[in-house]
């Protein structure tokens, strides 16, 4: 028997992680100054069109408040090309998955 997920319920769940992760973003790690500025980050890969990554991470960088802000972007590709790899090479480049 299916059981029908409850999506009210489900926003709620999700909208109480981000508070919490919110909360947390407050706590510094001694190690490090602060949250990455100004940096791009990106999810590689196909498909990527449905992932729901980029609205997650860009509402957490934007809860950081930093003034410079990241982002979190889709990169549908199905093979590396130059263009990646010049991406790679950014000065602004944060990071991909």
Known sequence: MATQVDSKSSIDSQQA????LEDSASIRNPSMDG????????LFG????HSTAPAFHNHFFKSWRTGTPNTYETWSTSRVTDDLVNTFLQD?????T
């Open 92 to 96: 602004d480049f944060g990071g991909a």
């Open 17 to 20: 992680l981000l508070h919490s």
């Open 35 to 42: 949250p990455p500025r100004g940096k791009k980050f990106y």
């Open 46 to 49: 196909f498909p990527v069109a």
